[in-house]
């Protein structure tokens, strides 16, 4: 009879989730891994079937939790405009925490073929996000507050490249100012 989980496989999650944030799949070890979530690395493989598979879950943890926080942002605003600008501003704060989306592109590239299940949980994450900002730039622009001339999908395109160049700013140094020019400068982009 297997013994009962001494742990909760959701909270040893969130904690792996956080390994990888800062230092990649490569730069994880499974001593860093098992110590940070409170569990024996016989643990990590009964319950998440290895590195992998733990750093695939940990990923789409990472970015329903992201997609959440972004859509939640892009619904607050009063115009379709200003849920665009609370997103960006979102990022501004957040913009010091390592992204695992950013990372896993940069370690893994967005090549399907070279991981396809990293592809598939990227696009599936970001899916939602991408098609709500897609539409409340469709509607800024019937609103006026955008160019009208701009293609939604490449201005989506262009918000969510910014989003990375943020963060990765954020981590080479960049201050709360610069960061929130950078964002500002963004948006009139678009305008």
């Not at 390592?98 to 598939?120: H, K, N, T």
């Not at 019937?142 to 981590?171: K, P, S, V, W």
Request: some cysteine; aromatic content about 6%.
């Amino acid at each position: 009879m297997a013994r009962p989980k001494l742990f909760d496989p959701e909270e040893a999650l969130d904690a792996a989730v956080a390994v990888f944030r800062d230092h990649g799949y490569a730069g994880a070890s499974a001593e860093m891994l098992t110590e940070a979530m409170q569990i024996g690395k016989q643990s990590l493989y009964n319950t998440f079937g290895g590195k992998w598979p733990l750093y695939c879950r940990a990923l789409e943890r990472y970015a329903q939790t992201e997609t959440t926080a972004h859509i939640t942002a892009l619904q607050g605003g009063d115009s379709a405009m200003a849920g665009i600008e609370r997103m960006m501003k979102r990022v501004v704060t957040q913009a010091r925490l390592p992204c695992l989306g950013v990372s896993c592109v940069a370690e893994f590239g967005s090549d399907s073929e070279g991981s396809p299940e990293l592809a598939r949980i990227r696009e599936a994450g970001g899916r939602a996000m991408r098609a709500l900002l897609v539409e409340k730039i469709r509607q800024a622009q019937a609103d006026g507050e955008l160019a009208g001339t701009l293609e939604a999908h490449h201005a989506m395109a262009f918000l969510i490249a910014n989003i990375a160049a943020l963060r990765l700013a954020a981590r080479g140094g960049a201050g709360d100012t610069e960061l929130r020019a950078m964002a500002r400068l963004s948006l009139q982009a678009l305008k």
